[in-house]
């Protein structure tokens, strides 16, 4: 079976640009998380969206904005990138909204680099 | 304030030289804490999920318990390949999992 796939693997930007990463969950899976893990950090938590709403939403700045589609694939976007904004964006996927404890599975990111 | 500490931030071993990570928790109601493995350039790996105090998975070399305050990750006899960073990641009542800064691994053989 398909884990988490996470598109692109990696991109650069400039200071201002925007960008849209794209995320697709494990079949059967209804639940999507967006994390930012910067080097030598844990992840931390950014959005979780179920059943196409958001759930979830950690204390990132309005740029920041998401959306789960029908299929349960979703979209991370980020306007007016900021060098701090460089990290690696991680996905993850779980089967339920998070009330019964199941774990989420991940995939293996996109490396955004920022100038 | 839901928080998550793991020590030792890293930690070299050599190969057969069993050791213990840590991970300690602050949380309001916890609905599962759970165990990852991260080599580098890539995602979290899902090692265990542990949901009340005194329970125990092992899996290959790895053993994870878990108490009310802090959870163990008992590695025995350790082999090159478990070298990796291993995470520990608490979800409380809400929809927000909350991880550690983990543990850096090194097994040297």
């Known amino acids: 079976d398909a884990g988490v796939t996470q598109s692109p693997t990696h991109l650069i930007k400039t200071r201002g640009q925007h960008v849209t990463l794209r995320c697709s969950p494990i079949s059967g899976h209804k639940s999507v998380s967006w994390y930012q893990q910067v080097l030598g950090q844990g992840p931390q938590f950014i959005f979780q969206y179920y059943e196409k709403e958001e759930r979830g939403r950690g204390n990132f700045p309005d740029r920041f904005s998401a959306r789960q589609f029908p299929n349960y694939s979703s979209e991370l976007n980020v306007n007016a990138l900021l060098l701090g904004d460089s990290a690696l964006y991680l996905c993850?996927?779980?089967?339920?909204?998070?009330?019964?404890?199941?774990?989420?599975?991940f995939g293996d990111g996109t490396r955004l680099s920022i100038l | 304030e839901d928080q998550v500490t793991q020590s030792p931030e890293a930690l070299r071993l050599q190969e057969g030289e069993s050791s213990s990570l840590n991970c300690s928790y602050t949380v309001s109601g916890l609905r599962g804490l759970f165990w990852y493995r991260q080599d580098p350039g890539k995602g979290p790996e899902f090692l265990f999920t542990l949901y009340s105090a005194g329970e125990e998975k092992e899996k290959e070399r790895l053993k994870a318990t878990l108490t009310k305050k802090e959870s163990f990750l008992h590695i025995t006899a350790p082999k090159p390949e478990d070298s990796a960073t291993y995470l520990c990641?608490?979800?409380?009542?809400?929809?927000?999992?909350?991880f550690g800064t983990g543990t850096s691994l090194t097994v040297i053989p």
């Open positions: 990641a608490v979800h409380p009542t809400g929809n927000q999992f909350y």
């Open positions: 993850a996927s779980s089967l339920d909204r998070g009330r019964s404890g199941q774990p989420q599975h």
